[in-house]
């Protein structure tokens, strides 16, 4: 299992919120150019979305999506992506979430090709 680079600085998940991101009733995904040569990855669950168990499944399942996207990325290197839960996030399968992540990242890299 292959471990990814996480953002964890406030400023790099400030820096990536300013930008317009994707958004879907179970994810919202903001992505910006870094100049580190390889991918970060940051995943933010709000107390909105529930207790801590809740805001941990999401987490989780977001991780696992983005654990099968990225052998799809390893051709774009260079790049901060922030994935923000909601509230539907906790009670669905991993799969949706791929579902939604895939087409938040290929409509980003299409429009920014």
């Keep these: 299992m292959a471990k990814f680079a996480a953002i964890?600085?406030?400023?790099?998940?400030r820096r990536l919120y300013r930008r317009k991101g994707e958004v879907s009733p179970?994810?919202?995904t903001y992505v910006a150019k870094n100049k580190l040569g390889y991918n970060r990855v940051g995943i933010t669950t709000g107390r909105k979305i529930g207790i801590a168990v809740k805001r941990n499944r999401?987490?989780?399942v977001i991780r696992e999506a983005y654990r099968a996207v990225e052998p799809?990325?390893?051709d774009k290197n260079g790049w901060d992506i922030v994935f923000v839960a909601?509230?539907?996030?906790?009670?669905?399968?991993?799969q949706q979430?791929?579902?939604v992540?895939?087409?938040h990242l290929?409509?980003?890299f299409k429009e920014n090709a």
């Design 8 to 13: 964890s600085q406030n400023r790099d998940f």
């Design 26 to 28: 179970l994810l919202v």
């Design 58 to 60: 999401a987490r989780r």
């Design 72 to 74: 799809l990325l390893s």
């Design 86 to 94: 909601r509230s539907k996030t906790c009670s669905c399968k991993m």
């Design 97 to 99: 979430v791929l579902a």
């Design 101 to 103: 992540m895939q087409k």
């Design 106 to 108: 290929s409509d980003y």
